[in-house]
């Protein structure tokens, strides 16, 4: 409210330098802290709306003050000597007779924002969770997760944006070369620059906020058009989705930024002064957000009107059980919540109820990504199974490399043990010479690694032995006709 007083005491002051009536006596043009008043003529009382920027005022009724005879604004009393003059606003207050409790805007909006943050970091995270488990895992590129995954991006640019905006802002009036801070605290915006900076980032949150939804109606369309024109689907695929659901934003998010450039270039375009510029953006997100609630609406009838045909084969506590899981998970994807925020009048009623309004409101906004999330990927049954096959290769492969190690450790061991024994076997032929030196007990005067090759060369032998052995049995046998002296012979071989 402070910030739109400020406009209109700067409007004021620039109509009070304007060239006054020509004629006649008359009171200036003056400030009285809450309303500006124009040029009156003596001896009238002028007369205006009250102040809708002012909470506690009543819009419909009207707030006097008077020009005296002599063109001065009548004072409070007598004895004031002032040029400002009395306003009567006895009857802006006619409607609130009792005092008021003084509702601490600046605590709610400290409490909002921070709610607002700590939403849009949460959804944020899961939002990048669930675009990487869908992108990495190649049997979950369907249709349908394709979409998925352009409406979480959608509102990964959202909640991204959102943060820049809030962490640069300042009191969310523009970025910091944008404002000029006085000793008294205060923050007054520069009137002189482009500002191009924080009206960029502004014109990128508005078109993030109208691509969401966009694509919260490209998914209802897609779930309308799957139930009634399934081959227009299968055939066409999801392109032209896309293209609209990216493309379609520009087509009102560029003629808003046209009419504030050249009609309402105000602060940071963050202030919405006019609201008939505003409802160049706001108009198309309501008329997607109807389309889409008629198209949840139509869904939920063909599910009615199947329960109808399907009683005979399923019972209707299942069934209806399971139509109701369904029509909840539809909701947050149609953003069937938006019709209740936007038939609420905002104004109408007290402060209390605008503040519940803007609580819940910023709730979904900054926590409907992590419900996304949540419902079309984390406890999407296909995600849950690609998640258990990948834990289970993983741990499989981590067994086998552990089977691996653990076989290769074996064979080392038994390595070992078989040099071991060898070891052992070569030190038995050989004594140990006193002065450290190995020592043949053979006859023959040979070194102790010639023992180590010895079982090789007895085996070689022995083939021989057995060879010669064999040739003398088949000789015989073909001398004395003894055909069982080869069995005998090997038998003793």
Same mark, same amino acid.
């Given at each position: 409210?402070?910030?739109?007083?400020?406009?209109?005491?700067?409007? #004021?002051?620039?109509?009070?330098?304007?060239?006054?009536?020509?004629?006649?006596?008359?009171?200036?043009?003056? $400030?009285?802290?809450?309303?500006?008043?124009?040029?009156?003529?003596?001896?009238?009382?002028?007369?205006?709306? #009250?102040?809708?920027?002012?909470?506690?005022?009543?819009?419909?009724?009207? !707030?006097?003050?008077?020009?005296?005879?002599?063109?001065? $604004?009548?004072?409070?009393?007598?004895?004031?000597?002032?040029?400002?003059?009395?306003?009567?606003?006895?009857?802006?207050?006619?409607?609130?007779?009792?005092?008021?409790?003084?509702?601490?805007?600046?605590?709610?909006?400290?409490?909002?924002?921070?709610?607002?943050?700590?939403?849009?970091?949460?959804?944020?995270?899961?939002?990048?969770? !669930?675009?990487?488990?869908?992108?990495?895992?190649?049997?979950?590129?369907?249709?349908?997760?394709?979409?998925?995954?352009?409406?979480?991006?959608?509102?990964?640019?959202?909640?991204?944006?959102?943060?820049?905006?809030?962490?640069?802002?300042?009191?969310?009036?523009?970025?910091?070369?944008?404002?000029?801070?006085?000793?008294?605290?205060?923050?007054?915006?520069?009137?002189?620059?482009?500002?191009?900076?924080?009206?960029?980032?502004?014109?990128?949150?508005?078109?993030?906020?109208?691509?969401?939804?966009? $694509?919260?109606?490209?998914?209802?369309?897609?779930?309308?058009?799957?139930? *009634?024109?399934?081959?227009?689907?299968?055939?066409?695929?999801?392109?032209?989705?896309?293209?609209?659901?990216?493309?379609?934003?520009?087509?009102?998010?560029?003629?808003?930024?046209?009419?504030?450039?050249?009609?309402?270039?105000?602060?940071?375009?963050?202030?919405?002064?006019?609201?008939?510029?505003? $409802?160049?953006?706001?108009?198309?997100?309501?008329?997607?957000?109807?389309?889409?609630?008629?198209?949840?609406?139509?869904?939920?009838?063909?599910?009615?009107?199947?329960?109808?045909?399907?009683?005979?084969?399923?019972?209707?506590?299942?069934?209806?059980?399971?139509? !109701?899981?369904?029509?909840?998970?539809?909701?947050?994807?149609?953003?069937?919540?938006?019709?209740?925020?936007?038939?609420?009048?905002?104004?109408?009623?007290?402060?209390?109820?605008?503040?519940?309004?803007? *609580?819940?409101?910023?709730?979904?906004?900054?926590?409907?990504?992590?419900?996304?999330?949540?419902?079309?990927?984390?406890?999407?049954?296909?995600?849950?199974?690609?998640?258990?096959?990948?834990?289970?290769?993983?741990?499989?492969?981590?067994?086998?490399?552990?089977?691996?190690?653990?076989?290769?450790?074996?064979?080392?061991?038994?390595?070992?043990?078989?040099?071991?024994?060898?070891?052992?076997?070569?030190?038995?032929?050989?004594?140990?010479?006193?002065?450290?030196?190995?020592?043949?007990?053979?006859?023959?005067?040979?070194?102790?690694?010639?023992?180590?090759?010895?079982?090789?060369?007895?085996?070689?032998?022995?083939?021989?032995?057995?060879?010669?052995?064999?040739?003398?049995?088949?000789?015989?046998?073909?001398?004395?006709?003894?055909?069982?002296?080869?069995?005998?012979?090997?038998?003793?071989?």
């Amino acid at each position: 409210m402070a910030l739109i007083v400020q406009k209109m005491k700067r409007l #004021c002051e620039e109509r009070v330098r304007q060239e006054p009536p020509r004629s006649g006596l008359y009171c200036n043009a003056t $400030w009285d802290g809450a309303m500006c008043w124009d040029f009156t003529s003596a001896g009238s009382t002028a007369k205006q709306h #009250c102040a809708k920027y002012i909470p506690s005022f009543n819009p419909s009724e009207f !707030a006097t003050r008077e020009c005296l005879p002599d063109g001065t $604004w009548k004072p409070n009393f007598v004895e004031t000597n002032n040029t400002v003059g009395w306003t009567n606003y006895t009857n802006c207050l006619r409607n609130n007779p009792k005092p008021q409790v003084p509702i601490d805007k600046n605590d709610h909006l400290t409490r909002i924002q921070l709610m607002s943050e700590i939403g849009y970091g949460i959804s944020l995270a899961s939002l990048i969770v !669930a675009v990487t488990i869908m992108i990495a895992s190649r049997r979950l590129h369907c249709k349908s997760n394709v979409l998925h995954i352009n409406l979480f991006c959608a509102f990964i640019l959202r909640a991204s944006v959102s943060f820049l905006k809030s962490s640069f802002f300042v009191d969310d009036i523009g970025l910091e070369k944008d404002i000029i801070r006085n000793p008294g605290g205060t923050i007054e915006f520069k009137e002189n620059g482009l500002h191009w900076e924080c009206k960029l980032i502004v014109s990128i949150f508005m078109y993030s906020v109208a691509t969401s939804m966009m $694509w919260i109606l490209m998914e209802g369309l897609y779930l309308h058009m799957l139930v *009634y024109k399934t081959l227009f689907t299968e055939r066409h695929g999801t392109r032209l989705y896309v293209l609209f659901g990216w493309f379609s934003s520009f087509t009102f998010v560029t003629p808003w930024i046209v009419v504030r450039i050249f009609k309402d270039n105000d602060l940071c375009w963050n202030r919405q002064n006019t609201g008939g510029y505003f $409802w160049i953006i706001k108009a198309p997100m309501h008329l997607s957000i109807l389309i889409n609630f008629l198209f949840f609406i139509n869904i939920v009838r063909v599910l009615c009107v199947k329960s109808k045909l399907s009683r005979h084969v399923k019972s209707d506590a299942k069934y209806w059980r399971k139509t !109701a899981k369904f029509v909840l998970v539809l909701l947050p994807l149609f953003g069937v919540v938006y019709i209740a925020f936007n038939a609420y009048p905002v104004g109408v009623f007290s402060m209390e109820a605008d503040f519940i309004y803007l *609580y819940c409101e910023m709730f979904y906004n900054s926590f409907q990504g992590f419900v996304l999330a949540l419902l079309f990927c984390f406890l999407n049954e296909e995600v849950q199974n690609e998640i258990r096959k990948w834990c289970f290769k993983r741990r499989l492969n981590s067994n086998n490399t552990r089977s691996i190690l653990l076989s290769s450790w074996r064979k080392s061991s038994r390595r070992m043990s078989r040099d071991t024994t060898r070891d052992t076997r070569i030190s038995s032929d050989c004594n140990i010479h006193p002065n450290g030196t190995c020592t043949d007990t053979c006859k023959l005067n040979n070194m102790c690694h010639e023992h180590a090759t010895w079982p090789r060369k007895s085996r070689a032998m022995t083939k021989e032995k057995f060879k010669t052995l064999s040739w003398q049995s088949e000789h015989n046998d073909c001398v004395k006709g003894e055909p069982d002296s080869l069995t005998f012979g090997e038998g003793e071989v």
